[in-house]
């Protein structure tokens, strides 16, 4: 029912900055909340920031200051504007959509998951 796309990832050095973009399409009614993972190598999968429906945000501890979620409604697109990038933070980030779809006159919740994009930040 959602298929996101994720885009903007890289190779950067450390003290850099990349902006990662993810939109989602499809079937559904509503998109609720948003957030970007991230699992670095030989690694689980870590939150790394939320942002509600309402715009409420929260931020893991290793990135609050640097980081910034945001979203568009119009375009159902998250952002994660990195600054400040460390070699730590090089991992693949997925972007996560819980939405809202129907079938026939039944709401359903799911979670949607993108494919990842690479950052790697080098020293």
């Known amino acids: 029912q959602v298929r996101l796309v994720e885009s903007g990832g890289g190779p950067v050095q450390a003290g850099g900055s990349l902006r990662l973009s993810c939109a989602a399409s499809g079937s559904f009614s509503r998109i609720n909340a948003m957030a970007w993972y991230r699992q670095g190598p030989g690694k689980q999968r870590d939150l790394v920031a939320t942002?509600?429906?309402?715009?409420?945000?929260y931020y893991a501890d290793s990135v609050k200051g640097r980081f910034t979620i945001s979203r568009t409604y119009a375009k159902n697109t998250v952002y994660l504007q990195m600054n400040s990038l460390k070699p730590e933070d090089t991992a693949v980030y997925y972007c996560n959509v819980d939405a809202n779809y129907y079938t026939g006159s039944v709401r359903r919740a799911g979670d949607y998951w993108g494919q990842g994009t690479q950052v790697t930040v080098s020293s």
């Open positions: 942002i509600s429906s309402g715009g409420s945000t």
